[in-house]
């Protein structure tokens, strides 16, 4: 499976931005997949999460009623919504694909990364 994120960008505190994430190759290999992001000095960190079945979405408090996870089947697209951003949400944002049939957090779990867009959140 290989992921291409993209989407990101600067924007100004309570701004938005979409990412995307298109999947390609093996696919059917994949079940739930993932928003991660990174900030500098700091683990990387779950922010969103699909089953490309539908359902299974899950959210940390840290960006729940801001960020919306969807996916288009048809484009093997998955999609990050990012509303009311704030500085604290800057980071370079991955998507990523996971075996697993639920909801998982850990990074450990997922077994295809895509390379990361930065998204930049000015005060």
């Known amino acids: 499976v290989q992921l291409q994120a993209s989407g990101g960008g600067s924007v100004q505190a309570g701004g938005s931005l979409r990412l995307s994430c298109a999947a390609s190759?093996?696919?059917?290999?994949?079940?739930?997949m993932g928003w991660f992001r990174q900030a500098p000095g700091k683990e990387r960190e779950f922010v969103a999460g699909?089953?490309?079945?539908?359902?299974?979405?899950y959210y940390p408090g840290s960006v729940w009623g801001r960020f919306t996870i969807s996916r288009d089947n048809a484009k093997n697209t998955v999609y990050l919504q990012m509303n009311s951003l704030q500085p604290e949400d800057t980071a370079v944002y991955y998507c990523?694909?996971?075996?697993?049939?639920?909801?998982?957090?850990?990074?450990?779990?997922?077994?295809?990364w895509g390379q990361g867009t930065q998204v930049t959140v000015s005060s």
């Open positions: 190759g093996r696919t059917f290999s994949s079940n739930y």
């Open positions: 990523a694909a996971s075996k697993a049939l639920i909801t998982t957090t850990v990074a450990s779990d997922y077994d295809w």
């Open positions: 699909i089953l490309w079945s539908g359902g299974g979405q």
